[in-house]
Structure formats: structure tokens, C-alpha cells
């Protein structure tokens, strides 16, 4: 292989390397260089104070990151809940290999705290909004009228027939069930009549299923 071909073959290594172009990109992509110092799951630990020039200088030949870059997911990073959860009293802060780079201080564990909880209350109140409006869009959406339903037929008043004046041929109302065929007596028995309904069908007829 010539020099020529050989820097040929640089330049196109170099043009393939996909340049990272978000934090969250960058995030995984330092942690997989640096897995003792930057996490991706569970628990951040406390970086070690001016990690950023020393992660600058590890990468200063990687063309993927650029330092301004860098710098804006390193800021992401140590503002994520899973990092200031692990800001606590008695952390110890790590560098880019998990070496111990001192104590975290008071001060900053209580900085720590205070951008938690600041965090966990606009994200509360950015919840509460979001509810309120997806309440206020269901009050303002129409309600849909069900037409599936038949509509409710007012109840029919039956009044009950004296059984001792009725005689052949009189009109009654049967009930049957919620609903009242009409009738006409073909025949008075002792407690009950035979009578014939409209379709024709002859059936008996307790009193109490008897109504004028």
C-alpha cells in the first residue's frame, strides 16, 4: 500500500465517524468510555471539580465531541435527579477513571438538595397544569348523545276490573310482563277468564293480571 492510498484510507475513516449531536448521544457515549465515572442507570456519583478540562483533554482528538459540546450534556448530566440524589452528605466525588477526588462539601450537598427539590416542584406544578387542561378539554368536548336506546315509552295506568260484573265479550287488558295486550272475555271463570287476544292466541287469565 502507496503513503497515497494509505492517507486515503485515513481521510475515510475519519469521514465516517458519526459526530454526536445531543446530550443524550454524548451521555452514553461517555459513559461507555468512562464507566467508572459516568452512569447511565441507578445512582450518579459526585464528579470530581474541574472534571470538564480533564474529560476535554481525554477527548481533545475525538472528533465526534466538541468541548461545547461536552459541556452542555456534562451540565445535563449534573443536573439529572439520579445526580443530585447521589449529592448526599459523606459522597465521595470521583474522576474520569473512579479514582476518589475528595469529600463532597456541606455547601454543595445542600446546593444539591435545593436544586432537587426546586426540580421535583416545577415538575409537580408542570403536572398539576397538564391535568387542569386535559380536565378543562374534556369539559369543553360535547358530550355524545346515545341514540342506540329506544326512546322511554311513558308507563301505561291500568286500573283493575271488577271481576263480578264481567260478562262475554267485554274488553280487558291483559298484563304480561311490563307491557298490556288488549282482550276480549270469551269465557268467566271462578278466579280466572278465558280470554282471546288480538293475535288470536286463547289463553286463562287470573284475576289479578285483569285491567280495564
Given at each position: 500500500?502507496?503513503?497515497?492510498?494509505?492517507?486515503v484510507?485515513?481521510?475515510?475513516?475519519?469521514?465516517?465517524?458519526?459526530?454526536?449531536?445531543?446530550?443524550?448521544?454524548?451521555?452514553?457515549?461517555?459513559?461507555?468510555?468512562?464507566?467508572?465515572?459516568?452512569?447511565?442507570?441507578?445512582?450518579?456519583?459526585?464528579?470530581?471539580?474541574?472534571?470538564?478540562?480533564d474529560?476535554?483533554?481525554?477527548?481533545?482528538?475525538?472528533?465526534?465531541?466538541?468541548?461545547?459540546?461536552?459541556?452542555?450534556?456534562?451540565?445535563?448530566?449534573?443536573?439529572?435527579?439520579?445526580y443530585?440524589?447521589?449529592?448526599?452528605?459523606?459522597?465521595?466525588?470521583?474522576?474520569?477513571?473512579?479514582?476518589?477526588?475528595?469529600?463532597?462539601?456541606?455547601?454543595?450537598?445542600?446546593?444539591?438538595?435545593?436544586?432537587?427539590?426546586?426540580?421535583?416542584?416545577?415538575?409537580?406544578?408542570k403536572?398539576?397544569?397538564?391535568?387542569?387542561?386535559?380536565?378543562?378539554?374534556?369539559?369543553?368536548?360535547?358530550?355524545?348523545?346515545?341514540?342506540?336506546?329506544?326512546?322511554?315509552?311513558?308507563?301505561?295506568?291500568?286500573?283493575?276490573?271488577?271481576?263480578?260484573?264481567?260478562?262475554?265479550?267485554?274488553?280487558?287488558?291483559?298484563?304480561?310482563?311490563?307491557?298490556?295486550?288488549?282482550?276480549?272475555?270469551?269465557?268467566?271463570?271462578?278466579?280466572?277468564?278465558?280470554?282471546?287476544?288480538?293475535?288470536?292466541?286463547?289463553?286463562?287469565?287470573?284475576?289479578?293480571?285483569?285491567?280495564?
Open positions: 500500500m502507496t503513503d497515497s492510498q494509505l492517507d484510507q485515513i481521510e475515510d475513516t475519519s469521514s465516517n465517524l458519526q459526530k454526536l449531536t445531543n446530550n443524550k448521544e454524548i451521555i452514553a457515549y461517555l459513559a461507555e468510555k468512562f464507566p467508572l465515572c459516568f452512569i447511565l442507570e441507578g445512582e450518579a456519583k459526585p464528579l470530581k471539580i474541574g472534571l470538564f478540562q474529560l476535554a483533554e481525554a477527548l481533545k482528538d475525538d472528533e465526534r465531541v466538541s468541548k461545547t459540546q461536552l459541556r452542555h450534556a456534562l451540565r445535563q448530566y449534573t443536573s439529572n435527579w439520579r443530585l440524589h447521589g449529592c448526599r452528605e459523606g459522597a465521595v466525588r470521583v474522576d474520569l477513571y473512579g479514582h476518589s477526588a475528595g469529600v463532597l462539601e456541606a455547601e454543595h450537598v445542600a446546593h444539591a438538595a435545593q436544586q432537587l427539590a426546586e426540580a421535583k416542584a416545577k415538575f409537580a406544578e403536572r398539576k397544569a397538564e391535568l387542569a387542561e386535559k380536565k378543562a378539554q374534556q369539559k369543553r368536548q360535547p358530550r355524545r348523545q346515545n341514540f342506540s336506546k329506544a326512546p322511554h315509552k311513558p308507563r301505561v295506568e291500568l286500573t283493575a276490573v271488577d271481576f263480578s260484573s264481567l260478562s262475554t265479550g267485554d274488553s280487558v287488558k291483559v298484563k304480561v310482563g311490563d307491557k298490556a295486550k288488549k282482550g276480549t272475555i270469551v269465557e268467566v271463570l271462578k278466579d280466572s277468564a278465558r280470554v282471546e287476544l288480538e293475535n288470536g292466541l286463547v289463553m286463562n287469565v287470573t284475576v289479578d293480571h285483569l285491567f280495564s
